[in-house]
């Protein structure tokens, strides 16, 4: 008789990236509310923030006024040293207790931002993460894909330094990014076609958990 694998000795992380605009912030509280009825322990989070230190840099990284130029390579310090806290406070605490985390953006937005964005060699952003996280990584990457001026378009009311004072080109390496990254683990990686309404984004990132249920069985829809 088969012995039944033992399981998982913490919950899974998964996170939601995409360029500006591609709804992330809006399926956050639908995927995890999907996930809630099912009667499953659900943290929700989001970078830069989700802890007093982190609030206090998100201000820094994101408000549009006052004007202060960043360098990429301060971005990325900045991103790490708000994320280093949040993993410390937040992702390790509800993981190490069986919770499922959802986080809105992680080490991949940095990777894709300040790495293909600002053009600081990716080795050296990826090593920074590493650092930072100190070697946590997501189980699964739900990746919201849409066209860089769709996005922008969609966040004209919300515009924060990374719409106001980068030029198309910028996002443009951003999304390409993204979408190498997800070629480059597709294990790892799930693509959206952010697109499409709502409801239809919120079905396929569902479907996109079943393939976690081999270790978390409870993610099977």
């Avoid at 050296?124 to 739900?142: C, K, M, S």
């Amino acid at each position: 008789m088969d012995t039944p694998s033992p399981a998982p000795a913490r919950g899974p992380f998964i996170t939601l990236e995409g360029p500006d605009g591609s709804g992330k912030s809006s399926l956050l509280p639908r995927l995890a509310a999907l996930l809630r009825e099912r009667g499953l322990d659900v943290v929700t989070t989001r970078e830069p923030g989700s802890t007093p230190l982190g609030e206090r840099i998100r201000s820094i990284l994101l408000d549009t006024e006052p004007r202060i130029d960043h360098t990429g390579r301060a971005d990325a310090l900045l991103f790490a040293a708000a994320r280093t806290q949040h993993v410390h406070e937040v992702i390790r605490p509800a993981l190490a207790r069986g919770a499922i985390v959802l986080c809105d953006r992680y080490a991949d937005s940095s990777m894709a931002y300040q790495g293909a964005g600002s053009q600081i060699p990716l080795d050296e952003v990826r090593t920074l993460q590493q650092f930072a996280t100190g070697g946590l990584w997501p189980d699964l990457t739900i990746l919201l894909d849409l066209p860089v001026e769709a996005g922008l378009a969609r966040k004209r009311d919300e515009v924060t330094r990374f719409e106001a004072y980068h030029d198309l080109a910028y996002h443009e390496r951003v999304r390409a990014a993204f979408l190498a990254f997800a070629a480059a683990e597709p294990a790892r990686y799930a693509v959206v076609d952010a697109t499409r309404n709502p409801d239809a984004v919120l079905a396929a990132s569902a479907t996109a958990l079943d393939r976690l249920a081999d270790r978390w069985p409870a993610l099977r829809g």
